[in-house]
């Protein structure tokens, strides 16, 4: 009974734990996995196998098929959702900086994460949410408000600096000190044998201008500096910057780049004003054709982000990232295209002919129906049609072939006097009916409502004995 509860848990952990946090991912889709339910992946800025992808894309239907998400190393946002007639989970793992957040809100049983996250938060219907962190220590919401009271954050302490006595002014010589061809050498060969973090913190200094360590502790400017330089590495030429500890010889070029004097290029002169032509230039019609096909040949994330513009108005990337409201229209939209029509949006990364067919049906322009004439008024009949007894025989037939969403919708709207769906998605309210009905079925005549997927005929009588009641 406890499997049909919606349950939601929120994770924190640092970035350096996302390896745990994998561990965490793949357990709970093997729990909610279903031969006829699969899972939808997509990860954007993802660096998978020493490839970047912008956008990745892929299905999970099977169990094996779950090592997927060990092959991905970085990223900036993950989503995994799996959408059907009685199943609703969404997986959501965001990383900001060195934090990674997770959610999830899934229908199944309870899955131990104290293990995985620094801090977590865990809720479900019927009891109230408990809090854990990685050491096993559970706090109820009574013991955390007592915590976050009592927390005081540390202030640091300021270090009052002596007077320096000063020292007797020293006429400085004029005569120019000549450095040894050797000292240059030296101080060359001191660079090569620089560690990581003196490499790093010199490169940092010649940019900014500012020191890498105040107070005896790395500042979080530096900090900031070195993961946005790791990434752009990264980024230009591939590879990890470290082995064992150690910076590698493309990061160390890399980071000696960055510090060489950038040569400032010769004033190239300048160029005559031409008048413009006052002529309007006629353009040929081969080049409507040429829009046409750059059109078809656009690619995934070009489709969508122009049907999405021709829609809402909107840009879909933003600062030169993808913008939240684009990432949900989306998914929804993946969701009715699947509901409608079935089948998957993409193959092999590249977008159907269907879906393209289906994006291009959203942004076609209603054809505006030409008003037809008004009928004249006819005098309705006041002589009472008979019914004949076979059309009742043909609606109890009907009633018997309903599906268990139909049955369980029809129960609801004779008892309530509400639909079950408002604006195409199904309500709260009627959610929470069906999860009480469960429990209620359960509890009198007991056995399980559904097996594989179909009501049972014990089921079935319980909603026949609730519309008569």
């Not at 560690?195 to 913190?201: G, I, R, V, Y």
């Not at 295209?337 to 942004?363: A, D, E, I, R, W």
Request: hydrophobic share 30%.
């Amino acid at each position: 009974m406890f499997e049909s509860i919606p349950k939601e848990i929120i994770g924190i952990a640092y970035a350096a734990e996302w390896d745990n946090i994998k561990q965490f991912v793949k357990a709970l889709i093997s729990l909610t996995l279903d031969s006829e339910e699969v899972y939808s992946l997509i990860a954007l800025n993802a660096i998978i196998n020493k490839k970047k992808y912008e956008e990745y894309d892929v299905q999970i239907k099977t169990k094996a098929q779950i090592k997927l998400l060990t092959n991905i190393k970085e990223f900036e946002k993950i989503t995994l959702y799996q959408y059907s007639e009685y199943k609703r989970n969404i997986i959501k793992i965001s990383k900001d900086k060195d934090v990674i957040v997770l959610t999830a809100q899934y229908m199944g049983p309870e899955i131990d994460h104290s293990n995985y996250f620094d801090f977590s938060i865990y809720l479900d219907s019927f009891n109230l949410p408990y809090f854990s962190d990685n050491k096993g220590n559970v706090f109820e919401c009574r013991e955390l408000m007592e915590i976050i009271r009592n927390f005081k954050p540390k202030i640091k302490k300021k270090v009052k600096e002596t007077k320096k006595t000063k020292k007797p002014k020293t006429q400085k010589s004029t005569v120019r000190k000549v450095t040894p061809k050797s000292s240059v050498n030296k101080e060359k060969s001191a660079v090569k044998n620089l560690t990581p973090k003196d490499m790093e913190s010199s490169t940092y200094k010649n940019l900014t201008g500012k020191n890498s360590i105040y107070g005896g502790t790395i500042t979080k400017a530096f900090d900031n500096w070195k993961l946005e330089t790791h990434k752009k590495f990264q980024q230009k030429l591939g590879g990890k910057p470290y082995y064992k500890g150690v910076p590698t010889k493309k990061y160390k070029l890399y980071l000696n780049s960055l510090v060489k004097p950038s040569i400032s290029k010769k004033t190239s002169p300048k160029k005559p004003k031409t008048q413009k032509s006052t002529v309007r230039k006629v353009t040929p019609k081969s080049s409507v054709n040429k829009e046409k096909v750059a059109v078809k040949n656009l690619t995934s994330k070009g489709i969508e982000s122009s049907t999405y513009k021709n829609l809402t108005g909107k840009n879909s990337i933003y600062g030169g990232t993808i913008t939240k409201a684009f990432d949900n229209w989306k998914l929804e939209t993946h969701k009715k295209f699947q509901q409608k029509l079935g089948g998957k949006p993409y193959y092999k990364g590249v977008p159907t002919k269907k879906y393209k067919l289906y994006l291009n049906s959203l942004v076609k322009p209603s054809i505006s129906k030409i008003s037809s004439p008004k009928k004249p008024k006819t005098q309705k009949s006041t002589v009472r049609k008979v019914i004949p007894k076979n059309s009742v025989n043909k609606k109890k037939a009907a009633v018997k072939n309903l599906t268990p969403k139909d049955m369980e919708s029809n129960t609801y709207k004779n008892l309530t006097g509400k639909n079950p769906i408002y604006g195409g998605t199904i309500t709260k309210a009627f959610d929470n009916w069906k999860l009480e009905t469960h429990k209620k079925f359960q509890q009198k005549l007991g056995g399980k409502p559904y097996y594989k997927g179909a009501p049972t005929k014990k089921y079935k009588s319980y909603l026949n004995s609730l519309n008569k009641s």
